[in-house]
């Protein structure tokens, strides 16, 4: 993300890269950012720390829940926005987003993308109107590289339509099925996992009732969908005072 992130940076007409950053210990520290990201030479040389980063206005942070947590540290610290793409937090580090937005502004969303924001309302749509007779059911797949799973969106889906029918996720979700599991529990929402190849992103929620089935689901084709989407939550961010918003925000689908 870091690479498509440089470059719907440097493509939009309105944001300027301002500095880059990259684990301490990387081998590409000291390098150009655009040249990483295959643009060109832009002038910004990646850094091992937020900390030696030229000032910025915006902090954009796609990278592991600890480097997030280290990053909103800093925006608090100095009064910076930031926008999260990050995924894979536990309840605990989450509430640590949450209090950022106390004092800074912040974009959590666990998918940048319009097309998923979209989906998102479709859910509950779908949710209210046919979820209390359906099984719902929820499938993900991404490239081999993922380390976090059910992906940050599915997990999204599954609030959103819990939340819609008045279940609560952390006691209605079963995650994986194996072995004798006996008849499906009709309150449950489930989800299934798959890793492979290059996969940038597929989401299909099911709403599985007697008679039809009902499928909202999206394929991400490039990375670039989620990279622009957080550059226009930056552009959004902007001028806004402190508060935790998502993509629903910036998009007002709220
Ligand atoms: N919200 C959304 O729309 C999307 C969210 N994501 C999420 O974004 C995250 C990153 O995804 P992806 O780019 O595929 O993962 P990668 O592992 O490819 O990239 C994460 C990068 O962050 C780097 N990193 C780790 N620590 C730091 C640090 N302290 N400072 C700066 N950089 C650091 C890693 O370096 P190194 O490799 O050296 O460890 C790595 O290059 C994941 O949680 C993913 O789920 C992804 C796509 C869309
Ligand atoms: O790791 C990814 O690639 C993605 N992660 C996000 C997630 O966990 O939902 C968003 C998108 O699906 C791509």
């Known amino acids: 993300m870091g690479k498509a992130l440089v470059q719907a940076v440097s493509q939009d007409e309105v944001t300027t890269l301002a500095a880059a950053t990259d684990r301490?210990?990387?081998s590409l520290i000291g390098a150009d950012a655009g040249e990483l990201a295959g643009i060109g030479k832009v002038g910004v040389t990646l850094v091992d720390d937020i900390t030696k980063a030229p000032d910025f206005?915006?902090?954009?942070?796609?990278?592991?829940?600890e480097s997030t947590l280290a990053h909103i540290a800093y925006c608090r610290q100095h009064g910076k926005g930031i926008v999260i793409g990050t995924t894979g937090f536990s309840d605990e580090q989450k509430a640590e987003l949450k209090a950022a937005g106390d004092e800074i502004p912040v974009i959590f969303a666990a998918n940048m993308s319009v097309g998923v924001n979209l989906i998102f309302k479709l859910l509950e749509t779908a949710a209210r109107v046919i979820g209390d007779e359906s099984?719902?059911?929820?499938?993900?797949?991404?490239?081999?590289?993922?380390?976090?799973?059910?992906s940050g969106t599915a997990l999204r889906m599954g609030e959103?339509?819990?939340?819609?029918l008045g279940r609560d996720l952390s006691k209605c979700a079963?995650?994986?099925?194996?072995?004798h599991t006996g008849a499906r529990d009709k309150d449950t929402i489930g989800f299934a996992t798959i890793r492979g190849g290059d996969i940038v992103g597929e989401h299909n929620a099911m709403f599985i009732a007697e008679?039809?089935?009902?499928?909202?689901?999206?394929?991400?084709?490039?990375?670039?969908?989620?990279?622009?989407?957080?550059?226009?939550?930056?552009?959004?961010?902007?001028?806004?005072g402190k508060g935790l918003f998502d993509m629903q925000d910036v998009l007002g689908l709220r």
Do not use: C, Q
């Not at 959103?160 to 819609?164: G, L």
């Open 174 to 179: 079963v995650y994986g099925r194996e072995g």
């Open 24 to 26: 301490a210990g990387s």
């Open 211 to 240: 008679g039809e089935r009902v499928e909202i689901g999206i394929r991400s084709a490039s990375r670039a969908t989620y990279a622009n989407g957080a550059v226009r939550g930056a552009k959004w961010l902007m001028g806004k």
């Open 160 to 164: 959103i339509i819990a939340e819609t």
């Open 57 to 65: 206005d915006v902090l954009i942070d796609f990278t592991s829940p």
């Open 135 to 150: 099984d719902i059911e929820i499938v993900e797949a991404h490239h081999r590289h993922k380390v976090d799973a059910p």
